[in-house]
């Protein structure tokens, strides 16, 4: 079978290297790919939100089954376009890959459906926003409504800051489009927990959990980026957390986008985080997580092309889903300035012994030879049976790698080694 992937960062990495494990598949295209995503799948240069070109090269090509991985294709509608030419895909059709691409729509839904969430308004008038800020305790946080790449919310301390914000989104632009609405919402405390899932649309099957690191420097100072590294399981997600987070958020989620007339089919993925009252929502993304899917995909044992499959002809109930009791990690090795401005075009190194350990994010090919492209380069992931071993292994990866002004977090996995132990 062919089947083609859209998107071209670490995360795709990771899912082309776990379909490569089903020997059905005869043909892995990339579209666009990357310089080390080009050594397991065949790279074409078309944009990820290039829909109709996605569409024909599918049709050119006698794709059998797509994959549909990045946000922003997937708020455009690549899945409807590829099922309008009879391509089966992996992910959510436009009308419920509306959970991520607007806020203000999930807001609503959680509201609606009883969903543990934090409290909110939303704003369309700068005026009335800004009034509102005058009522509302701080720390208090701003989100613009639509896609902005993981960079629209804001967490502001005082009143000064949360006007300042206000005004940025809604008067000055910033965060173009998406930023004319805007969430206010409660500020919330507790540790976070990254949950994907698969779902058909009636059962939702969790992965394995992870810990993302969002900030840029040690010690989670700096600014928010893509994402630092990541580990799984999360510590903080207990089996009695699991049970409470299907009955009150994951079921309750699928039974909502059902009543809504948007059945979710592909990977949603939960943002928790565990508050003293309880898990609550703190995003939705209609996706797999970069960078939770390389450490969440290495520990999944059952097929994953079987899975997804299944996930399209919704057999998700019958099929087996089953995760490794080990542990992973997964450090990122960033150009130095990211998310700020950093230089590219530097020659990357990975040596043959750890090269099925590393995930390719941010890298081109040019006359054979791999140059950085991108803030976050690579991703170098370790399983082992604890989560010391885990974090040891992967920071020995990713010494082994090389590229000029690389730099990484010294501290992944420490919080959770932390609590891991205080437990
Ligand atoms: P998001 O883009 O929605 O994932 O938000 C980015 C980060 O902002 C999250 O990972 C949280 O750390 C933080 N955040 C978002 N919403 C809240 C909230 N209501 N309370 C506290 N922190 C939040
Ligand atoms: N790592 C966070 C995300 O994928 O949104």
């Not at 009791?325 to 450090?331: E, G, L, S, T, Y």
């Amino acid at each position: 079978m062919k089947v083609l992937v859209v998107g071209g960062g670490g995360r795709e990495h990771a899912v082309i290297r776990k379909l490569r494990e089903n020997k059905d598949i005869t043909e892995i295209y990339a579209l666009p790919g990357n310089g080390g995503i080009a050594a397991d799948a065949k790279c074409e240069p078309i944009a990820a939100t290039d829909i109709a070109g996605i569409a024909a090269f599918a049709v050119e090509h006698e794709i059998d089954y797509a994959v549909v991985t990045p946000d922003d294709p997937l708020v455009l509608g690549c899945v409807d376009a590829l099922e309008e030419k009879g391509i089966p895909c992996f992910g959510p059709r436009a009308n419920a890959a509306i959970i991520e691409g607007s806020k203000v729509f999930s807001k609503k839904l959680m509201k609606k459906y009883g969903i543990p969430t934090a409290r909110y308004e939303t704003f369309d008038n700068l005026e009335a926003a800004l009034a509102y800020l005058n009522t509302a305790p701080m720390p208090t946080v701003i989100k613009a409504d639509g896609l902005a790449l993981g960079k629209g919310v804001i967490i502001a301390q005082t009143l000064e800051e949360a006007r300042t914000a206000v005004t940025d989104m809604m008067q000055n632009g910033r965060f173009g489009k998406s930023g004319e609405h805007v969430v206010i919402e409660e500020y919330l405390e507790g540790p976070e927990v990254s949950v994907l899932s698969f779902t058909d649309g009636k059962t939702v099957k969790p992965m394995v959990s992870s810990m993302d690191h969002k900030r840029a420097g040690d010690n989670d100072t700096g600014l928010n980026t893509g994402g630092m590294g990541t580990v799984a399981p999360n510590p903080y997600y207990t089996e009695s957390v699991a049970d409470r987070c299907m009955e009150e958020i994951f079921l309750p989620t699928i039974k909502a986008m059902n009543a809504e007339g948007r059945p979710f089919k592909g990977c949603l993925y939960f943002g928790l985080m565990i508050t003293k009252d309880g898990p609550k929502v703190i995003e939705y993304n209609c996706r797999f997580g970069d960078p939770e899917t390389q450490v969440v995909l290495p520990l999944l044992e059952s097929d994953l092309f079987t899975i997804m499959r299944a996930v399209t002809d919704g057999r998700l109930a019958e099929t087996e889903v089953e995760f490794s009791d080990r542990h992973a990690c997964c450090v990122i090795l960033a150009s130095r300035g990211y998310p700020e401005s950093y230089q590219k075009g530097y020659p990357l190194a990975i040596p043959e012994t750890v090269r099925d350990k590393v995930y390719v994010a941010g890298a081109k090919l040019q006359n054979g030879q791999l140059l950085t492209s991108g803030g976050r380069v690579v991703g170098c992931t370790a399983v082992a049976d604890t989560l010391p071993e885990a974090i040891r292994d992967a920071y020995e990866i990713a010494g082994q790698v090389t590229f000029e002004n690389a730099y990484c977090r010294r501290d992944i996995g420490a919080r959770a080694l932390q609590a891991a132990q205080e437990e």
